[in-house]
């Protein structure tokens, strides 16, 4: 049965009889809130976590054990934990900030990846032990770095000065530049009904992942719904000043024209007064007071992502059009969670998510 949405044509999806599987694509903070989402959907869920996090307690495992970075990877496996008020759940997130601030998680995922010579061994095992619902795949077990250009024409190295950087990125790219993709997360990919790009950083969360050999080929041979959550907050340094209709045509220049079948955009449609409002207002002098105070109510795991000032990814009629011009379906809705103006509300995502998976048109690829 085929029906009809903006223009758009699509195929009515029959009933699931079976979980179906969702790979969530991505990395940071952002990754966790898509996992559980998914999760409460009713999905099997996937992660592809991407590995150039080299900042805080991970950079300095990096550094200093010449470990791939665990903490992208930590945070997705207590995102899937089955119970994640049991005491292991919550020591595996226990931050030692007597000892550089290091999580036990980092430190037991380097411990094991040590004693067994095998990093995605050492996840199964934490993954066991955290009876997790899910299944957490490196994009590469390689010790990548991540780089960039400015669009003002400046070369930044490493995915931490990528993120503070004085100005919004145009490109970026791996070094070593071909990695080797890890084999189990494109299997993933290819089996996956629903691939989910973000919510996340873009180019130091998203798009990294992309930039790994196979990946993109993967997407290509999967019949996958391929979904961009774009960012709600222009986070200052990487995507500083980019509207939305910019952050859509990023991801597509980094490999994905013609793979994304939905792009969803948030616009908060509440004209209030509230702390979340007056953090996404383009900062000035004499608001600078009230950005300290949403500095300072950020919960931790915000804090571990903040660059700095924030504002709304700009989002206005012309922008979506633009959009429409290279994806079929356009979505803009409000997702906003009082006093944590960076995260997407689970319940409004999946929502909105359900109303465009049902009515699934056949993929573009």
Known sequence: MSISIGGKHFLQREPATAPKLAVSIGG?????????????????????????????????????????????????????????????AKSFEHRFSYADNHTLGNLMLT?????????????????????????????????????????????????????????????VWLTPKYPEPYGPALEAIE???????????????????????GIIEAIKRSS???????????????????SADEHVEALLSHGMRGLVDVVLLHKNQVQGVGLATRSFRALTGEEIDAHKHMEQSLKAEEKDGFKGFIRPVNVNEEIVEKIFQEVPLVLVRDFSVPERPTWHNQKKLADVLKGVIQPCHLPQK
């Open 28 to 88: 940071g903070t952002g990754q966790p809130n898509a996992i559980k989402t998914l999760h409460a959907m009713g999905y099997n869920v996937c992660a592809v976590v991407s590995m150039v996090d080299n900042g805080g307690s991970t950079g300095i495992l990096r550094e200093r054990a010449g470990m791939v970075p665990p903490g992208d990877v930590r945070k997705c496996l207590s995102a899937m934990a089955k119970d994640p008020d049991s005491a292991f």
């Open 191 to 213: 089996k996956a009904d629903v691939i989910l790009l973000g919510p996340g950083s873009l180019f130091t969360s998203v798009i990294p992942n992309l930039l790994v050999p």
């Open 111 to 171: 411990a094991l990846t040590e004693e067994t010579g095998s990093f995605a061994e050492a996840i199964a095992i934490c993954g066991q032990h955290l009876d997790v619902y899910g299944r957490v795949y490196p994009s590469t077990l390689e010790n990548v770095n991540l780089s960039g250009v400015t669009i003002d024409g400046m070369e930044v190295e490493g995915q931490v000065n990528l993120g503070e950087g004085p100005s919004a990125l145009e490109r």
């Open 224 to 242: 996958a719904q391929v979904i961009f959550v774009c960012s709600m907050a222009d986070m200052q340094g990487e995507t500083w000043g980019l």
